[in-house]
Antibody
Framework: EVQLVETGGGLVQPGKSLKLTCATSGFTFSTAWMHWVRQSPEKRLEWIARIKDKSNNYATDYVESVKGRFTISRDDSKSSVYLQMNSLKEEDTATYYC??????WGQGVMVTVSS | DIQMTQSPSFLSASVGDRVTINCKASQNINRYLNWYQQKLGEAPKLLIYNANSLQTGIPSRFSGSGSGTDFTLTISSLQPEDVATYFCLQHNSWPRTFGGGTKLELK
């Protein structure tokens, strides 16, 4: 059974940092392109980051709204993908999902940025 | 970025109705268009990939069509369990972008 489980969310003040973890099982993680997608409280979906596999040199891409603040990384030995979020803003408040190749999704984790 | 315009935003239909949802891309995305279903409190679920390919396990009443800039999701006979919000997603180019969603309710 495929599982993706996100952890690390919570309430954080503007300007602070948070790191999300997505632990996976049930599929060949090492060859999967992994992504983070977020959904705002208004239910708007935004595809924010992706990391390719080793054969593609673990190349990363970011949407403009998070470029320079967020970093996606992966550990193939742990079948996990991470999202380091720095300089958080109130508009980063959302449910964050990790997804493998657009098909498999985690249940999501909430991040609230507020003073 | 490619803009995805989805219509309608809200849709009310009866059990057994044929339902269509449209998505229009701001530029040619070939057939790189997915459709997702999201029920309350759940993650999006892939229904259709590459415009017209039915994902494994999805009922055959769901179908997709289109290419280039205009795409359609069709539910041939609406069932109560289809109440959800539907999103289109283009994956032709980065960043991937979603439509604004269509909330489908039972009449």
């Amino acid at each position: 059974e495929v599982q993706l489980v996100e952890t690390g969310g919570g309430l954080v003040q503007p300007g602070k940092s948070l790191k999300l973890t997505c632990a996976t099982s049930g599929f060949t993680f090492s060859t999967a392109w992994m992504h983070w997608v977020r959904q705002s409280p208004e239910k708007r979906l935004e595809w924010i980051a992706r990391i390719k596999d080793k054969s593609n040199n673990y190349a990363t891409d970011y949407v403009e709204s998070v470029k320079g603040r967020f970093t996606i990384s992966r550990d193939d030995s742990k079948s996990s993908v991470y999202l380091q979020m720095n300089s958080l803003k109130e508009e980063d408040t959302a449910t964050y999902y990790c997804t493998a190749g657009s098909l498999y999704w985690g249940q999501g984790v909430m991040v609230t940025v507020s003073s | 970025d490619i803009q995805m315009t989805q219509s309608p935003s809200f849709l009310s239909a009866s059990v057994g109705d044929r339902v269509t949802i449209n998505c229009k891309a701001s530029q040619n995305i070939n057939r790189y268009l997915n459709w997702y279903q999201q029920k309350l409190g759940e993650a999006p679920k892939l229904l259709i990939y590459n415009a017209n390919s039915l994902q494994t396990g999805i009922p055959s009443r769901f179908s997709g069509s289109g290419s280039g800039t205009d795409f359609t999701l069709t539910i041939s006979s609406l069932q109560p369990e289809d109440v959800a919000t539907y999103f289109c997603l283009q994956h032709n180019s980065w960043p991937r972008t979603f439509g604004g969603g269509t909330k489908l309710e039972l009449k």
